[in-house]
């Protein structure tokens, strides 16, 4: 069995932090599904067929102004999307994931997904990275991205490309990089999210901070070193 197959990775980290890129990263060489929420939620709001559904339409109003989307129905989803997952046999990582408190632990009548991934995978066999950037750096960061209107991958702003440079659709803009909406996002993820790393500890589970300035392939080393990987 792969190293990989036997972990669950849980990548937290402000707007710009890179949590996507470095899931993305693990996932490419190590066989990790990377189980993006955020992208995983946009695909279902940008759905054609899903358009007049009523509870779509209300939390992508949520989802277009930085809110959390409602955590019962987000865990949900991610919970059947874990759960297939790991019957696969295959290792999973998470940029974002889980966003509140409800998500990480549930309540009296809901599992939440650290329960589900220590029943699944072990609580030895999880860990959870604290990504750190600035303010500044996650402002500068989100106001130049662009991903591909096609697959969503990221494409470097700087670059000057115009497509995605793997599968060749259109870059644009996310609705989630106004400046705006990205001070929201950024007190989302200190009031809501950030307090699950502190639970996480009181759990059990293995908790890294890793600083998030550096270019990609420096803050993947730290990750790749700590997790113990080949």
Same mark, same amino acid.
């Given at each position: 069995?792969?190293?990989?197959?036997?972990?669950?990775?849980?990548?937290?980290?402000?707007?710009?932090?890179?949590?996507?890129?470095?899931? $993305?990263?693990?996932?490419?060489?190590?066989?990790?599904?990377?189980?993006?929420?955020?992208?995983?939620? @946009?695909?279902?709001?940008?759905?054609?067929?899903?358009?007049?559904?009523?509870?779509?339409?209300?939390?992508?109003?949520?989802?277009?102004?930085?809110?959390?989307?409602?955590?019962?129905?987000?865990?949900?989803?991610?919970?059947?999307?874990?759960?297939?997952?790991?019957?696969?046999?295959?290792?999973?990582?998470?940029?974002?994931?889980?966003?509140?408190?409800?998500?990480?632990?549930? $309540? $009296?009548?809901?599992?939440?997904?650290?329960?589900?991934?220590?029943?699944?995978?072990?609580?030895?066999?999880?860990?959870?990275?604290?990504?750190?950037?600035?303010?500044?750096?996650?402002?500068?960061?989100?106001?130049?991205?662009?991903?591909?209107?096609?697959?969503?991958?990221?494409?470097?702003?700087?670059?000057?490309?115009?497509?995605?440079?793997?599968?060749?659709?259109?870059?644009?803009?996310?609705?989630?990089?106004?400046?705006?909406?990205?001070?929201?996002?950024?007190?989302?993820? @200190?009031?809501?999210?950030?307090?699950?790393?502190? @639970?996480?500890?009181?759990?059990?589970?293995?908790?890294?901070?890793?600083?998030?300035?550096?270019?990609?392939?420096?803050?993947? @080393?730290?990750?790749?070193?700590?997790?113990?990987?080949?």
């Amino acid at each position: 069995m792969k190293e990989s197959s036997k972990q669950a990775i849980v990548i937290y980290g402000p707007p710009g932090s890179g949590k996507g890129t470095q899931a $993305d990263l693990l996932a490419r060489k190590y066989d990790f599904i990377h189980f993006d929420t955020g992208r995983y939620l @946009e695909s279902l709001y940008r759905n054609p067929r899903l358009r007049k559904n009523p509870k779509i339409a209300f939390e992508k109003k949520l989802f277009d102004t930085g809110k959390l989307n409602t955590p019962s129905w987000v865990l949900k989803l991610v919970t059947e999307a874990t759960k297939k997952i790991a019957s696969a046999g295959s290792g999973i990582v998470y940029s974002g994931s889980p966003r509140t408190i409800f998500e990480a632990l549930g $309540d $009296d009548k809901n599992k939440g997904l650290f329960e589900t991934l220590i029943k699944l995978y072990g609580k030895k066999n999880i860990q959870v990275f604290k990504i750190k950037i600035r303010f500044q750096t996650s402002a500068k960061r989100n106001s130049k991205r662009l991903v591909c209107s096609v697959c969503g991958l990221p494409i470097l702003a700087a670059s000057g490309l115009k497509s995605c440079a793997f599968c060749g659709g259109k870059a644009r803009k996310r609705t989630l990089d106004d400046p705006k909406v990205i001070k929201v996002r950024l007190e989302e993820y @200190e009031n809501r999210t950030l307090p699950i790393v502190k @639970e996480a500890k009181k759990l059990g589970i293995k908790v890294t901070e890793i600083n998030g300035e550096p270019a990609p392939y420096k803050v993947h @080393e730290g990750i790749v070193k700590k997790l113990g990987l080949r």
